[in-house]
Structure formats: C-alpha cells, structure tokens
C-alpha cells in the first residue's frame, strides 16, 4: 500500500503569510496527487488535481507542484477564510485512493 | 446545482448494523463512480469503498472488506453503504464523494456531500 506523510503537522501563520505544505509518497506516484482543504464541520474540497492543476473556482493564490514523491502545496498571501486543515491524496492507486494525515493551519 | 446528500447515520451498538444513503441530483448519476470516505472524531480521512457506475467493479478497504457493502440505484439516483458487525472504531462521519475522471488519467473527488454521523456504542 502506498502510505502518504505530510508535514508539518500544524503550522501558525498570519494573514498575507506565504504557506507551503510538503506532502511525500511512500513510492513514485508520478503527479497523481490531489489536495483538498477541510474546515470544522465541513465536507472536504478539491483545490488542486494533478498535483499542480488548479480546480475550478479555486482562487490563484492556491498552488500545487511536484513529482514522482515530493509535492508541495503553497499558498500565497493567506486569507482569513484559509485557515483550515489540507490534505494530500493519492490516486495512482486508484480506486483506492490514501489520504496524507493532514496540515492544520490556524491563526498566529 | 450538484448536490450529494447523505442520510441514515446514527447510534448502533457494538455488532449491529446500520445502512447509510447518498442522493444526488443536479448530474447524470449512472454516468459517475461512487465512493464512501469516513473521518473518526479529530482524525484524518480514509477512503473506504468505491462502485463503478455500472456496478460492475467494486473496491474496499481493509478496515472494512467483509463487514460493508457498497451499492447504488441509478434508477433512483442513490449511493448506498450497508454496514454490519459494527465496531467502535467505525465511529466516525461518512461521506459519499463523487469520482472524476479526467481525460482517463487523472482521478479526483470533487463533489463531496456534507456527511452522516455514526456512533458505535453500547
């Protein structure tokens, strides 16, 4: 099974911070790799596919980057509704897809 | 508007069952695989079924092989997941998620619906 790390864990940012978040599979996934931001209470939702393909109505200040086993999602200049816990997803093994643990990210 | 809307959730004791429910609407059901993904209180997501839109092709995870079973009504535009010989550990809010293929190589979630709370306890 493909296992999905991600780190840090949790981070403290303020708003306008740029953010980045690393997320590493276990083997190469080439760029099948999804990251969906969850807030309290709330479903999930697709911000970035393949790796680095922006979702629709997603703002630009979302990016994805990566291959192989080292992605990255970075955020630039954070926004008050930004603050939420992101994940990595995996889809190489499709359809059994594997979710990284998860970033939070809350307001300094 | 494309909606999944999931139902059926709620308190089962140890061993017992319980049978979740996704509607959808605002899209060609039949056209789309399925999948359930659950959350544990203050954990992470874990995909846990998928079904192919014709039902043919049928996936689950470890954690639950054996004990679930995924299916769907396209007539009735539906998702299912019976759940038996439930533990606590299956705590925990389910989601149904659509599955999208794009250009047959890329696959993602990218309609969720806002989950059914299940609580396993005696």
């Known amino acids: 099974d493909i296992q999905m790390t991600q780190s840090p864990s949790s981070l403290s940012a303020s708003v306008g911070d740029r953010v980045t978040i690393t997320c590493r599979a276990s083997?190469?996934?080439?760029?099948?790799l999804n990251w969906y931001q969850q807030k309290p209470g709330k479903a999930p939702k697709l911000l970035i596919y393949?790796?680095?393909s922006l979702q629709s109505g997603v703002p630009s200040r979302f990016s994805g980057s990566g291959s192989g086993t080292d992605f990255t999602l970075t955020i630039t200049s954070l926004q008050p509704e930004d603050f939420a816990t992101y994940y990595c997803q995996q889809s190489y093994s499709t359809p059994r897809f594997t979710f990284g643990p998860g970033t939070k990210v809350d307001i300094k | 508007e494309v909606l999944l809307v999931e139902s059926g959730g709620g308190l089962a004791q140890p061993g017992g069952s319980l049978r979740l429910s996704c509607a959808a609407s605002?899209?060609?059901?039949?056209?789309?695989?399925m999948n359930w993904v659950r959350q544990a209180p203050g954990k992470g997501l874990e995909w846990i079924s998928y079904i192919s839109s014709r039902d043919s092709s049928i996936f689950y995870a470890d954690s639950v092989k054996g004990r679930f079973t995924i299916s769907r009504d396209n007539a009735k535009n539906s998702l299912f997941l019976q759940m038996n010989s439930l533990r606590a550990e299956d705590t925990a809010v389910y989601f149904c998620?659509?599955?999208?293929?794009?250009?047959?190589?890329?696959?993602?979630?990218?309609?969720w619906g806002n989950g059914t709370t299940v609580t396993v306890s005696s």
């Open positions: 605002g899209f060609t059901f039949s056209s789309y695989e």
């Open positions: 083997q190469s996934i080439s760029s099948y």
């Open positions: 393949a790796a680095s």
């Open positions: 998620a659509r599955y999208f293929v794009l250009r047959g190589v890329y696959y993602y979630m990218d309609v």
